[in-house]
């Protein structure tokens, strides 16, 4: 059974930062591409990072500069770093990971940003 679980999430302040987490069970974490998404009230589904399995990675403008998306193969679990937060990066983040046509999502961490 595949399990993607995210951690990390919670209420962070204008400026500051978190790290969020997603531990893989269930799949041979090294072979999948490994992404976080977010989801804000009333709006679409949004990709934030990627990772690849050679470790190359991509981020959404919105983010570029001040997050960091990060793979531990050893400990299957990808990580998300996102500094100088926002109000508009408030929303449900979710790990996902890929690999042929294969999808899984987790179950989703919420972040909010608010003073």
């Known amino acids: 059974q595949v399990q993607l679980v995210e951690s990390g999430g919670g209420l962070v302040q204008p400026g500051g930062s978190l790290r969020l987490s997603c531990a893989a069970s269930?799949?041979?974490?090294?072979?999948?591409?490994m992404r976080w998404y977010r989801q804000a009230p009333g709006k679409e589904r949004e990709l934030v990072a990627s990772i690849s399995i050679t470790g190359g990675t991509t981020y959404a403008d919105s983010v570029k500069g001040r997050c960091t998306i990060s793979r531990d193969n050893a400990k299957n679990t990808v990580y998300l770093e996102v500094n100088i937060l926002q109000p508009e990066d408030t929303a449900v983040y979710y790990c996902?990971?890929?690999?042929?046509?294969?999808?899984?999502w987790g179950q989703g961490t919420q972040v909010t940003v608010a003073s």
């Open positions: 996902y990971a890929a690999r042929g046509g294969n999808v899984y």
């Open positions: 269930g799949i041979i974490f090294g072979a999948n591409t």
